[in-house]
């Protein structure tokens, strides 16, 4: 019986860690010349791509796996740096104004805060999964309409309609639990 990592590709009969073996160098090199990333970034990207790339590399709707893999290294890692340009913009606006800093860790900002992640953290979890996940894909990760709905197979304005709702459902959270916030 063959594992799940070696089992053959409908179209050319080749495995899973056959495609890692051949392909997993070029996509590094690709992943860090293209877009500047580190070795270890690269690493992680291109482990990504193949994570999301082992669940489809079976099916008779795979026409070039080689292309799927760029295009899955290339979004990778327009992730990672949206997700690096945000901490970056963070760390900056806090070295640029300290005053926002030490207001931020007063006892009463955090024991609002923690209040405020509660009743968020409630929310969340009271609503569908598939309207989380948009939600935090738009919000958290930065995504697209647009993006979103390729990634997940929908249309933009179905995605649109869930994290608006999402959003609706925090907010009555919070009125519901503390007035304005």
């Not at 569908?128 to 309409?145: E, H």
Request: aromatic share 8%; charged share 30%; net charge positive.
């Amino acid at each position: 019986m063959l594992q799940a990592w070696n089992r053959p590709l409908a179209t050319d009969n080749k495995a899973l860690g056959d495609y890692y073996r051949e392909h997993h160098r070029e996509l590094c090199r690709y992943a860090t010349h293209k877009f500047g990333l580190s070795e270890m970034e690269a690493e992680d990207v291109v482990q990504s791509a193949f994570a999301r790339f082992a669940p489809l590399h079976d099916t008779a709707e795979m026409e070039n796996a080689r292309a799927f893999l760029y295009r899955a290294v290339n979004n990778a890692s327009i992730d990672l740096l949206r997700r690096n340009q945000v901490r970056s913009n963070f760390a900056q606006s806090a070295l640029e104004d300290p005053e926002r800093e030490i207001d931020a860790v007063s006892p009463e900002r955090i024991a609002t805060g923690r209040q405020l992640l509660k009743l968020i953290s409630r929310a969340l979890w009271g609503m569908p999964q598939k309207r989380r996940r948009l939600l935090l894909m738009n919000r958290v990760d930065g995504l697209s309409y647009a993006e979103i709905a390729r990634r997940e197979g929908l249309s933009a304005t179905v995605v649109k309609k869930h994290v608006a709702k999402a959003l609706a459902a925090c907010q009555a959270e919070l009125r519901a639990n503390g007035g304005d916030w």
